[in-house]
């Protein structure tokens, strides 16, 4: 079964600065989609960036990036210029392609990482 | 556009009583899937549903059921509730179930089982 792992329950950073969030994961796949999630107290789930595990190319959005190690099964977020709005909890998470059976269409979320951003 | 919008917010209920969460999906979207989201944890997968068939289950007793309706939106019902069915439930809506299509969340409904 697929696992998710994030080994940093809390984080924190200064305003304008940059931070690293971990995420491992566990999978004998080969293709496989990685999401980052970011979940603000108010609660409501928004999609951060996302990873084909087929593609190199380490994805990024604006002020997000990742760091795609297939090999290592590590893709962490990196928060570059970090901003009071960026404070909430952020989870990692694993797709499969749908190939059937009852996994179908699930997404596989790591524990999560608080976030704290002081200004 | 609107976004996932679900219902109710929050929802308070006794054990042994019964329970329906509603969720609408992004317009256009024909597939919707449902989370369980424990006070401290991450979501875990419950159902998934695409064109009013389910297409995947997690590992929950069958005290929990879904079903999506013509206009794809969706309920879903937790029967007989023990104290641990208190969570946050999210609704997530894609448009199809390409490979790896991402999943769009709604705000969630706070269960809390007394």
């Known amino acids: 079964a697929q696992t998710v792992t994030q080994s940093q329950p809390e984080m924190s950073v200064q305003e304008a600065e940059t931070v690293t969030l971990s995420c491992t994961y566990d999978?004998?796949?080969?293709?496989?989609?990685l999401f980052w999630y970011k979940q603000p107290p108010s609660r409501q789930m928004i999609l951060v960036i996302r990873?084909?595990?087929?593609?190199?190319q380490n994805a990024t959005e604006n002020r997000f990036s990742v760091n795609f190690q297939k090999a290592a099964k590590s893709f962490s977020l990196k928060i570059s210029d970090s901003q009071l709005g960026d404070a909430a909890m952020y989870f990692c998470?694993?797709?499969?392609?749908?190939?059937?059976?009852?996994?179908?269409?699930?997404?596989?979320f790591g524990q999560g990482t608080i976030l704290t951003v002081h200004p | 556009d609107a976004g996932v919008t679900q219902s109710p917010t929050h929802l308070i209920k006794t054990r042994g009583q019964h329970v329906t969460l509603r969720c609408s999906p992004i317009s256009g979207h024909k597939s919707v899937s449902w989370y369980q989201q424990v006070l401290g944890q991450g979501p875990q997968f419950i159902f998934q549903y695409y064109e009013k068939e389910e297409r995947g289950r997690g590992n929950f007793p069958d005290r929990f059921s879904a079903r999506q309706f013509p206009n794809y939106s969706s309920e879903l019902n937790v029967n007989a509730l023990l104290l641990g069915d208190s969570a946050l439930y999210l609704c997530?809506?894609?448009?199809?179930?390409?490979?790896?299509?991402?999943?769009?969340f709604g705000p969630g409904t706070r269960l809390l089982v007394l």
């Open positions: 997530a809506s894609s448009f199809r179930e390409l490979r790896g299509e991402t999943q769009y």
């Open positions: 998470a694993y797709r499969t392609p749908n190939a059937g059976g009852t996994s179908y269409g699930k997404l596989t």
């Open positions: 990873q084909e595990a087929y593609k190199q």
């Open positions: 999978t004998s796949e080969s293709d496989y989609y």
